[in-house]
């Protein structure tokens, strides 16, 4: 079992950055691949970023160039630094965890609670 909870939301100016964190329990935490989604109002989750171990990651075209993904094993913590913000970029932002690196949500086991992300222009 995994808990995740996520907290760095918050909101900021078009151009602006901010850096989500995601905290997670449990003492397999390095063996997991894990992601960030975001939904925004009347729209369906869509993947943002994914790492597995420390160097492999995977970017939705949409922010590629712009948000980093990272990981902390010794703290169980998995972050995304979101730089060159959009108001498109709002939406409320989960974090996520699961065994395999893709962009599919179904994939992933463990869900955090969300953190809000409000971008004004």
């Known amino acids: 079992q995994v808990q995740l909870v996520e907290s760095g939301g918050g909101l900021v100016q078009a151009g602006g950055s901010l850096r989500l964190s995601c905290a997670a329990s449990?003492?397999?935490?390095?063996?997991?691949?894990m992601a960030w989604f975001r939904q925004a109002p009347g729209k369906e989750r869509e993947f943002v970023a994914a790492?597995?171990?420390?160097?492999?990651?995977y970017y939705a075209d949409s922010v590629k160039g712009r948000f980093t993904i990272s990981r902390d094993n010794a703290k169980n913590t998995v972050y995304l630094q979101m730089n060159s913000l959009k108001p498109e970029d709002t939406a409320v932002y989960y974090c996520a965890a699961g065994t395999v690196l893709t962009s599919i949500s179904r994939n992933y086991v463990y869900w955090g609670q969300g953190t809000q992300v409000t971008v004004s222009s």
């Open positions: 449990g003492r397999t935490f390095n063996n997991y691949a």
């Open positions: 790492i597995r171990w420390s160097v492999n990651t």
